[in-house]
């Protein structure tokens, strides 16, 4: 296995912040680890270095992941053995026999301390119990189960963030179901791609939305939805713009509310470790949206993990995340009740009605932890707003980024603007993991433009072209070994075939992430971007596809070209289409293009230029070649052009000054 490099002593590594003894002695990690040490029988403890105790966790992962579910003190059965198939990725499988529910995890300890704290951009708050919470969840379980919803069934929630939406889901992992959402921003077409290929039994949807000040009707685009999923028993409308909406256009839906009088089960369904949690969609970059299926029990331990190791929540502490039920980061924060503490969502717009929202709420809350995309922390630096002048934020220990790499400007602004005294832990993964492959440490330094480590359990390494493990080099982000969280399947893809060709096609056996990372000297990391054709502007990662769909409904269109261009520490959607036959690019075309793909993805789909093209280079089997104009457009050579049907397409891409604005 790959070593641990040394910890460079080089000036260039700018210190931000550092932990104290105290600090480090007190925090969930040095607990765990001094658990360990006592395991392998050493005698002297824990030596305090992370990447010792990170090479033990990939030196022996099976007996790494036992320990955590010993720690954390898992619900349920481990069985005998700790994994199958080791060697295989895929096919490996961690606790073939174990058996466990994660809704039974997460509601234990079901006493009077708070859980939920939900606020609405209109000014709505409204707050449960871990008892309500419970007592919620087992009643819409009943109820669910009185609609023949049985382990295995979908669960489909198109719905806002707010308390209603972990109800379900944990209703649905109650009764061994398997839960999938999609926030309702997402228009009919994105939201049936979705769906449909599910089959979901049962649709909880809301009536509508707030965003920047707006109301939102949803009963159309939920009716319409409805209609294509003739897989469903039942549709569950939860009121959220109207306490009694007109619900004419969806025969026989019934309200949230009217669900949780159901006579509640008493117990919770337990599954094999191995069944599914969760199916979370990819970003569409080539077809229709993939459903990554999410086992249970890697779930629960790679969250448990991250939440209470990497990011040191401890008992009655309180995590907010701003995200989107279609986002993975929901997924992740929801988790945060299994380790006994509490979580503050927030739905709307969180600039409406000024860059402080979310920080009011911080101090209101008085969070200890604080998410956000690393996008938000470039949009509240460039309005000139400084919480730290504004707010109280003594509680916050740490700050969280992810969804594309924080710049060092956003790094320094943390600590400059937010509080001096904060973790900042920049943190990256994905849809794909449900989780992360790199993330913080509470035991080690913060610097500046650095991911702190590599997660524990997960064998992360950067390869160059030919696959060797490279430090200091630009690369690609893999990991080499197995780990629970890795999707158990896609849905309908028979023999694994779309799974394989997502991840393990490029370095066989070596799950291939698609970023572009360095590993430094001192163990930390840089993401640099995507490696592959996904685009992420404001942090959000979608995919080509979901625009194409769109765009080639136009008759003036034959062909079109969808990639993202770095920008001012972000990306922006670029679309470059070829018109047909007598057609112009004017304005009113222009106008159409962006409100139906507004209308039929979401408003992050929507490009920030579109510019018309003379040819769109092909491969010779007909496909269009994203990577090459993105790399032209970069400035970046082109590989492999004599793949390319009509290469000679690629010279009108080079310094078009439409990109220079």
Known sequence: MMRTPAISTKQNARVLWQPTEQQISDSNLYDFATMVAARRNNQQGWSGDYHELWQWSIDDSPAFWDALWDWQGIIGDKGNRKIANESAMPGARFFPDGRLCFAENILADADNRPAISAYGEDGRHTSLTRRELKDRVMALAGWMRNQ?????????????????????MLATSTLGGVFSSCSPDFGIGGAHDRFSQIEPKLLFACDGYHYAGKALDRRDVVAKLAAGLPSLSAIVIIPYLDATPDLSGLAGAVLFDQALTAPPVENFIRVGFNDPLYILFSSG??????????GVGGTTLQHAKELRLQSDVKQNDAL??????????????????????????????????????????????????????????????????????????????????????????GFDFVYQAISP???????????????????????????????????????????????????????ELCCVAPFPSMPIKFWNDPGDAKYKAAYFEHFPGVWRHGDWATLTERGGIIIHGRS??????????????????????????????????????????????RLGEAC???????????????????PRHVPARIIAVPDIPRTRSGKITELAVRDIIHGRPVKNTEALANADALAFFHDLPELAE
Not at 431 to 442: E, H, K, N, R
Not at 535 to 563: C, H, K, M, S, W
Request: charged content about 20%; aromatic content about 8%; proline content about 5%.
């Open 532 to 577: 592959d054709a996904t685009l992420n502007p404001g942090g959000v990662r979608i995919g080509t596809a979901e625009i194409y769909r769109q765009v080639e409904a136009f008759d003036e269109i034959a062909e079109a070209l969808v990639v993202g261009q770095s920008l001012d520490n972000d990306v922006r959607v670029i679309l470059f289409v």
């Open 148 to 168: 023949g919803v049985d382990p295995g069934d979908r669960v489909a929630a198109y719905v806002p963030n707010i308390a209603e939406a972990i109800i379900i």
């Open 285 to 294: 970059t080539t077809g229709a949206p993939k459903c990554i299926v999410h």
């Open 421 to 475: 005294s904060v973790q900042l832990c920049s943190i990256s993964g994905g849809t794909d993991i449900v989780s992360c492959f790199v993330l913080g440490c509470p035991t080690l330094p913060v610097i500046a433009g650095e991911i702190q480590v590599r997660g524990l359990g997960m064998a992360v390494a950067i390869l160059d072209e030919t696959g060797t493990p490279v430090t200091g080099e630009q690369g």
């Open 320 to 409: 907010f995340f701003f995200t989107t039920c279609g986002w993975m980061m929901w997924n992740w924060m929801v988790s945060t009740l299994m380790v006994d503490a509490r979580i503050v969502l927030f739905e709307g717009n969180p600039f409406h009605p000024g860059p402080d929202r979310l920080w009011q709420i911080a101090a209101r809350e008085q969070l200890s932890h604080f998410g956000v995309s690393a996008k938000y922390i470039d949009a509240v630096r460039n309005t000139g707003y400084r919480p730290v002048d504004d707010v109280d934020l003594q509680k916050l220990r740490l700050v969280m980024t992810t969804g594309s790499p924080l710049s060092v400007d």
């Open 584 to 602: 112009v690019l004017d304005a009113d075309l222009v106008t159409a293009i962006k409100a139906a793909i507004r209308s039929g993805a979401t």
